[in-house]
């Protein structure tokens, strides 16, 4: 055999990921996240859990540090021999999850969340900050050590429980990396192939190297990545990257420059191999902090060359701001029109002015990078906990309608209104009071073992990332439930207060009934002008909903003195949030999905169609405009946008909701017939990815549940 | 002109309250002219062709479309109806259209959209607030707002109202028409056009007399006039499995345009069959032996059409 080309390599790395999503699937069932990635190995991994003796749960850096290294050390090794990269992950650190500790339990706040649908707590939540690859980087894992040695020593800490951990895990690592060096060796003097001996043996110089020393080369460099990526993710799903092309570009340049690097189709190569290790969120383009140009280089290009050649799920945004790269733009949207999904569109137009008015300045906003599912992050300065925090709009409404019901005073919407706002308020401080929580107590708990690595301060300080290891502590809050309470109270304000078709009290009747015996009234409530179609009440509630909502969280700050930025935002998780909550005025069953995101409901407009520039009209009028994301989701039809020599505008489409001050747009180009094909035979299209939020998945991963919320978007084309 | 506009009734009030008979506004129309736009449809079309998949449009006056398929036999329509129009009997819904004015109260009482009310009266106004919503697409993507219908042309003294509101909006202006009126109509509104979407559905006297209403020569005529009007000019005809879709149709056509200073583009079109449910819902017949042609059918032709105009 001769030596396979890049093409054929990556072709390996797409078919081993199938072959693996079916053993997922055979031993999951189903699954409503990304592909992520894991590998599913056949064999356990038997090792030592170590708990915490108070609590009985691995808590505290002690206990949290030796089981993690306990798992390294136990952890199979892994090459994919057409990969350029050693490593993959198998799960999740087994047992990390459990409680915190009892007396950091915040017991009086469990009441509170059921009362008010808050099913995403931010409290107890994990990473969901950015990390700065470069520390390690230069540093390597060697001189991470070091450094956590330095200050170990330069601090003089009574208790050296935290830099303690902090060296316990990196050497951990590097003896799993040193496993890899020695494994690589073998397979290489087993391998038959010419192409793989000197693939493994390349590994193996690689990773010897990496072992104490930083990178000196791109390969050298992704493969640090690789390892961070793996062990990130084993800890509690992190999942954030920062700019990759920003990154990688000193190393590119200088490979280039020495010959290292003669043909970018190489570096293709890596680049595929570093998405099959997993699908960390990373951003290319945006901006250059000092004056707003331009920052795309060649190595955005080939991302995106990569994501296209491997086609699987991964996590890339390109970053859209005024002075966009028109070339990069467009071959992410050729590329969004062939493989049907591909990057999501971060919007600087929403995104960094909204950060800026928190008090920043703007070059630090253009910084904040889009490294998650719906948000951004400062790399290794910012502790932001994204989302992982979630305020039900419409539980607020429910209580509120009872309370004025049940009160003496007199039934109006004004009154219903006043309620409702005492209500959210609540919510929000519930949320508020979390955030102060969770950073007093966090550190003691599960401490930010693998960001405080790649972050400014913590190790410096030698305090966690999530107690004042790092300097900017701004948190996020993401709103559910939009288009379900707007299209409530226009409901209500329409058949109620002017048309009285029903009293209130008939209104409560039939909700807690669940509209059964009253499907005429039911559909009645549903047929209002709906958020989305412009200028209806239920816009007008909408936004009168979302400023609300904006005002609670970023009028005052939390009691500790953290500002909580505003957005809207479900994730897919629409089900889960509906699953509690009972039924609503616009037509909603008790326990259905809530709406999603910002979005209006499918079909919105009257008649029952669904115009995307109504619809992103929609969403760029309830931005909240401090620089958390609320999102835009577009399903086209691939037919539609063929026949419409669309690329154009979609990209037209794509600035005009970036001017508009929007900040997140994901999309799925797919034809209607093989979206519901693929829904009613999954196994047909096992390679067919979609974008059900801001991440990515393999269409045939999904549940049942999940693969119709994402039909539906379609067929509301109609 | 028969019953396709009353321009005294538009005139009712006022020329500040000039109104406008629409029967839709499509937002993010994509294969209406350039770039991302807003379509309005005029209600009333002189054509009136036999396969036309907007049969909504044929009469200015507003009409109650039903689908049955969408009733839940709430009786709402029932008890408001005026006109006794409306019966459920032995859980049927029936629409008797015999009285029926066109109120369009039980299309209000309908929750599940199952009568739906096709046209209303519109003032410049009310239009300009659906087709301002979506001006920064039309900026960033080179689009606008095109006139369609129906025959947006017979409307003359709306459309030039709308015409100078939307272009004092610096906004692009395609119309789309077939050509079958007195070319003063026209003519009145060039100023404010940059587009003219100008269809002819065929050459042959005898289509015309089987399946168009319009005038063949009128036609003719009106787009060799707006030639040298200096707008410019596509030329679309929709291609009619069993009507026009022979070379010899489709070249006599090419080469009556192949002299044309302001044609732009000669685009063919192929029929669809998606029209039937709104034909029903009208209650009106839809037997025809119309078909779709094949794709190497429209490439064949397109390819003939070339050699005389851009296609």
Same mark, same amino acid.
């Given at each position: 055999?001769?030596?396979?080309?890049?093409?054929?390599?990556?072709?390996?790395?797409?078919? /081993?990921?199938?072959?693996?999503?079916?053993?997922?699937?055979?031993?999951?069932?189903?699954?409503?996240?990304?592909?992520?990635?894991?590998?599913?190995?056949?064999?356990?991994?038997?090792?030592?859990?170590?708990?915490?003796?108070?609590?009985?749960?691995?808590?505290?850096?002690?206990?949290?540090?030796?089981?993690?290294?306990?798992?390294?050390?136990?952890?199979?090794?892994?090459?994919?021999?057409?990969?350029?990269?050693?490593?993959?992950? #198998?799960?999740?650190?087994?047992?990390?999850?459990?409680?915190?500790?009892?007396?950091?339990?915040?017991?009086?706040?469990?009441?509170?969340?059921?009362?008010?649908?808050?099913?995403?707590?931010?409290?107890?939540?994990?990473?969901?900050?950015?990390?700065?690859?470069?520390?390690?980087?230069?540093?390597?894992?060697?001189?991470?050590?070091?450094?956590?040695?330095?200050?170990?020593?330069?601090?003089?800490?009574?208790?050296?429980?935290?830099?303690?951990?902090?060296?316990?895990?990196?050497?951990?690592?590097?003896?799993?990396?040193?496993?890899?060096?020695?494994?690589?060796?073998?397979?290489?003097?087993?391998?038959?192939?010419?192409?793989?001996?000197?693939?493994?043996?390349?590994?193996?110089?690689?990773?010897?190297?990496?072992?104490?020393?930083?990178?000196?080369?791109?390969?050298? #460099?992704?493969?640090?990545?690789?390892?961070?990526?793996?062990?990130?993710?084993?800890?509690?799903?992190?999942?954030?990257?920062?700019?990759?092309?920003?990154?990688?570009?000193?190393?590119?340049?200088?490979?280039?420059?020495?010959?290292?690097?003669?043909?970018?189709?190489?570096?293709?190569?890596?680049?595929?191999?570093?998405?099959?290790?997993?699908?960390?969120?990373?951003?290319?383009?945006?901006?250059?902090?000092?004056?707003?140009?331009?920052?795309?280089?060649?190595?955005?290009? @080939?991302?995106?060359?990569?994501? =296209?050649?491997?086609?699987?799920?991964?996590?890339?945004?390109?970053?859209?701001?005024?002075?966009?790269?028109?070339?990069?733009?467009?071959?992410?949207?050729?590329?969004?029109?062939?493989?049907?999904? *591909?990057?999501?569109?971060?919007?600087?137009? *929403?995104?960094?002015?909204?950060?800026?008015?928190?008090?920043?300045?703007?070059?630090? #906003?253009?910084?904040?990078?889009?490294?998650?599912?719906?948000?951004?992050?400062?790399?290794?300065?910012?502790?932001? @906990?994204?989302?992982?925090?979630?305020?039900?709009?419409?539980?607020?409404?429910?209580?509120?309608?009872?309370?004025?019901?049940?009160?003496?005073?007199?039934?109006?919407?004004?009154?219903?209104?006043?309620?409702?706002?005492?209500? @959210?308020?609540?919510?929000?401080?519930?949320?508020?009071?979390?955030?102060?929580?969770?950073?007093?107590?966090?550190?003691?708990?599960?401490?930010?073992?693998?960001?405080?690595?790649?972050?400014?301060?913590?190790?410096?300080?030698?305090?966690?990332?999530?107690?004042?290891?790092?300097?900017?502590?701004?948190?996020?809050?993401?709103?559910?439930?939009?288009?379900?309470? #707007?299209?409530?109270?226009?409901?209500?304000?329409?058949?109620?207060?002017?048309?009285?078709?029903?009293?209130?009290?008939?209104?409560?009747?039939?909700?807690?009934?669940?509209?059964?015996?009253?499907?005429?009234?039911?559909?009645?409530?549903?047929?209002?002008?709906?958020?989305?179609?412009?200028?209806?009440?239920?816009?007008?509630?909408?936004? @009168?909903?979302?400023?609300?909502? /904006?005002?609670?969280?970023?009028?005052?700050? /939390?009691?500790?003195?953290?500002?909580?930025?505003?957005?809207?935002?479900?994730?897919?998780?629409?089900?889960?949030?509906?699953?509690?909550?009972?039924?609503?005025?616009?037509?909603?069953?008790?326990?259905?999905?809530?709406? =999603?995101?910002?979005?209006?409901?499918?079909?919105?407009?009257?008649?029952?169609?669904?115009?995307?520039?109504?619809?992103?009209?929609?969403?760029?009028?309830?931005?909240?405009?401090?620089?958390?994301?609320?999102?835009?989701?577009?399903?086209?039809?691939?037919?539609?946008?063929?026949?419409?020599?669309?690329?154009?505008?979609?990209?037209?489409?794509?600035?005009?909701?970036?001017?508009?001050?929007?900040?997140?747009?994901?999309?799925?180009?797919?034809?209607?017939?093989?979206?519901?094909?693929?829904?009613?035979?999954?196994?047909?299209?096992?390679?067919?990815?979609?974008?059900? /939020?801001?991440?990515?998945?393999?269409?045939?991963?999904?549940?049942?549940?999940?693969?119709?919320?994402?039909?539906?978007?379609?067929?509301?084309?109609? | 002109?028969?019953?396709?506009?009353?321009?005294?009734?538009?005139?009712?009030?006022?020329?500040?309250?000039?109104?406008?008979?629409?029967?839709?506004?499509?937002?993010?129309?994509? &294969?209406?002219?350039?770039?991302?736009?807003?379509?309005?449809?005029?209600?009333?079309?002189?054509?009136?062709?036999?396969?036309?998949?907007? !049969?909504?449009?044929?009469?200015?006056?507003?009409?109650?479309?039903?689908?049955?398929?969408?009733?839940?036999?709430?009786?709402?329509?029932?008890?408001?109806?005026?006109?006794?129009?409306?019966?459920?009997?032995?859980?049927?819904?029936?629409?008797?259209?015999?009285?029926?004015?066109?109120?369009?109260?039980?299309?209000?009482?309908?929750?599940?959209?199952?009568?739906?009310?096709?046209?209303?009266?519109?003032?410049?106004?009310?239009?300009?607030?659906?087709?301002?919503?979506?001006?920064?697409?039309?900026?960033?993507?080179?689009?606008?707002?095109?006139?369609?219908?129906?025959?947006?042309?017979?409307?003359?003294?709306?459309?030039?109202?709308?015409?100078?509101?939307?272009?004092? &909006?610096?906004? &692009?202006?395609?119309?789309?028409?077939?050509?079958?009126?007195?070319?003063?109509?026209?003519?009145?509104?060039?100023?404010?056009?940059?587009?003219?979407?100008?269809?002819? $559905?065929?050459?042959?006297?005898?289509?015309?007399?089987?399946?168009?209403?319009?005038?063949?020569?009128?036609?003719?005529?009106?787009? $060799?006039?707006?030639?040298?009007?200096?707008?410019?000019?596509?030329?679309?005809?929709?291609?009619?499995?069993?009507?026009?879709?022979?070379?010899?149709?489709?070249?006599?056509?090419?080469?009556?345009?192949?002299?044309?200073?302001?044609?732009?583009?000669?685009?063919?079109? !192929?029929? &669809?069959?998606?029209? $039937?449910?709104?034909?029903?819902?009208?209650?009106?017949?839809?037997?025809?032996?119309?078909?779709?042609?094949?794709?190497?059918?429209?490439?064949?032709?397109?390819?003939?059409?070339?050699?005389?105009? !851009?296609?």
């Amino acid at each position: 055999m001769g030596i396979p080309s890049y093409f054929e390599r990556i072709n390996a790395l797409h078919e /081993t990921k199938l072959k693996f999503n079916d053993i997922k699937l055979q031993r999951l069932g189903s699954y409503n996240f990304d592909d992520h990635g894991w590998i599913p190995f056949d064999e356990p991994i038997e090792f030592e859990i170590v708990k915490d003796p108070e609590s009985g749960y691995v808590n505290g850096m002690d206990a949290v540090s030796k089981t993690f290294a306990n798992y390294l050390d136990a952890h199979p090794v892994y090459i994919h021999p057409m990969s350029a990269f050693a490593g993959a992950w #198998a799960g999740n650190v087994p047992g990390m999850g459990g409680p915190w500790k009892p007396q950091h339990i915040f017991k009086e706040q469990e009441p509170l969340f059921e009362k008010y649908n808050i099913t995403s707590r931010g409290l107890y939540g994990m990473n969901h900050s950015g990390p700065d690859l470069k520390i390690g980087f230069d540093l390597g894992w060697g001189g991470l050590l070091e450094k956590i040695r330095f200050y170990r020593k330069y601090n003089k800490p009574v208790d050296t429980t935290f830099y303690d951990g902090q060296e316990r895990f990196v050497e951990a690592i590097q003896r799993w990396i040193k496993r890899h060096v020695d494994y690589a060796r073998q397979e290489a003097l087993k391998a038959d192939d010419e192409f793989v001996k000197k693939n493994l043996l390349e590994i193996a110089d690689i990773n010897e190297w990496l072992i104490d020393n930083p990178p000196r080369t791109l390969r050298e #460099a992704m493969q640090f990545i690789c390892w961070f990526q793996c062990v990130d993710r084993m800890y509690f799903n992190g999942g954030a990257g920062q700019e990759i092309d920003k990154l990688l570009l000193p190393y590119y340049e200088a490979d280039k420059a020495k010959g290292i690097i003669k043909d970018d189709e190489e570096v293709v190569w890596y680049l595929a191999s570093m998405f099959y290790n997993d699908t960390h969120y990373w951003q290319i383009g945006g901006q250059n902090p000092a004056d707003g140009s331009d920052a795309s280089n060649p190595i955005s290009f @080939l991302v995106l060359e990569a994501m =296209h050649r491997l086609k699987i799920p991964a996590n890339v945004a390109l970053r859209v701001h005024e002075n966009t790269n028109e070339e990069l733009f467009d071959k992410a949207i050729e590329y969004l029109f062939e493989d049907g999904t *591909g990057v999501s569109f971060s919007c600087s137009g *929403g995104l960094d002015k909204g950060y800026a008015r928190n008090g920043f300045p703007l070059p630090l #906003a253009r910084m904040r990078a889009k490294v998650g599912c719906n948000w951004t992050a400062l790399p290794g300065i910012e502790y932001c @906990l994204q989302d992982v925090t979630r305020v039900c709009l419409a539980k607020p409404l429910l209580l509120a309608l009872d309370e004025m019901i049940e009160s003496d005073e007199e039934n109006s919407m004004e009154n219903l209104m006043r309620r409702y706002k005492a209500h @959210l308020e609540a919510a929000v401080n519930i949320i508020k009071d979390g955030v102060d929580w969770h950073v007093k107590y966090k550190h003691l708990n599960k401490p930010e073992i693998v960001l405080n690595l790649f972050a400014h301060g913590p190790i410096e300080r030698g305090v966690d990332m999530s107690h004042g290891g790092v300097d900017i502590y701004i948190f996020a809050c993401d709103a559910t439930a939009l288009a379900t309470v #707007a299209d409530s109270l226009a409901a209500i304000e329409k058949f109620i207060v002017e048309e009285k078709k029903l009293t209130w009290e008939e209104l409560q009747t039939i909700l807690k009934n669940n509209w059964e015996g009253a499907e005429h009234i039911r559909l009645m409530f549903k047929s209002i002008p709906k958020y989305g179609s412009g200028n209806s009440r239920a816009d007008y509630y909408a936004k @009168l909903i979302a400023d609300m909502y /904006t005002n609670l969280m970023i009028g005052t700050p /939390t009691k500790a003195g953290f500002r909580v930025l505003p957005g809207i935002f479900s994730h897919g998780d629409v089900y889960i949030h509906g699953r509690n909550l009972p039924a609503t005025p616009n037509g909603r069953y008790a326990g259905d999905p809530i709406s =999603h995101s910002a979005d209006p409901d499918p079909g919105f407009l009257p008649g029952g169609g669904t115009a995307p520039t109504a619809k992103a009209n929609a969403v760029a009028g309830v931005q909240s405009g401090y620089g958390n994301s609320t999102p835009l989701q577009i399903d086209m039809d691939s037919k539609l946008v063929k026949e419409m020599g669309g690329k154009e505008i979609i990209k037209a489409y794509i600035k005009a909701h970036n001017e508009m001050g929007g900040t997140l747009i994901n999309i799925n180009v797919v034809s209607k017939e093989k979206i519901l094909e693929a829904h009613e035979n999954p196994d047909k299209y096992p390679d067919l990815v979609v974008r059900v /939020t801001g991440y990515s998945a393999f269409f045939k991963s999904l549940s049942k549940e999940y693969r119709q919320q994402v039909v539906d978007r379609w067929i509301a084309y109609d | 002109m028969g019953n396709v506009y009353n321009i005294d009734e538009a005139r009712e009030g006022g020329k500040e309250r000039i109104t406008g008979q629409i029967f839709d506004i499509q937002r993010f129309a994509v &294969h209406d002219g350039p770039g991302i736009r807003t379509t309005v449809f005029f209600k009333g079309c002189s054509n009136r062709c036999e396969w036309c998949h907007n !049969p909504e449009s044929f009469v200015s006056r507003s009409q109650i479309q039903y689908y049955p398929n969408r009733c839940v036999f709430c009786g709402n329509c029932v008890e408001c109806c005026p006109q006794k129009c409306h019966f459920i009997d032995d859980g049927r819904h029936i629409f008797d259209r015999t009285n029926c004015t066109a109120c369009g109260l039980c299309t209000q009482s309908c929750y599940v959209n199952a009568l739906v009310l096709s046209g209303k009266p519109m003032t410049v106004d009310e239009v300009m607030e659906q087709v301002l919503a979506d001006v920064v697409y039309y900026e960033k993507s080179g689009g606008g707002v095109t006139l369609s219908g129906g025959e947006p042309v017979l409307q003359t003294d709306f459309c030039l109202e709308l015409l100078k509101c939307i272009k004092s &909006h610096n906004l &692009h202006v395609a119309i789309q028409t077939a050509g079958n009126y007195s070319y003063e109509r026209l003519e009145v509104l060039l100023p404010y056009a940059d587009l003219i979407m100008y269809d002819v $559905k065929a050459y042959s006297r005898i289509i015309y007399d089987m399946y168009i209403h319009g005038d063949r020569d009128t036609i003719l005529n009106n787009l $060799k006039k707006l030639d040298g009007e200096g707008v410019p000019v596509i030329v679309r005809t929709p291609v009619v499995g069993s009507v026009n879709d022979t070379p010899q149709e489709i070249l006599s056509i090419a080469r009556f345009l192949q002299d044309m200073k302001n044609l732009k583009q000669y685009v063919l079109l !192929p029929y &669809h069959s998606l029209g $039937k449910v709104k034909y029903d819902a009208l209650g009106k017949e839809y037997e025809n032996a119309f078909y779709t042609p094949a794709s190497d059918a429209m490439s064949e032709l397109k390819s003939l059409a070339g050699e005389y105009v !851009p296609v």
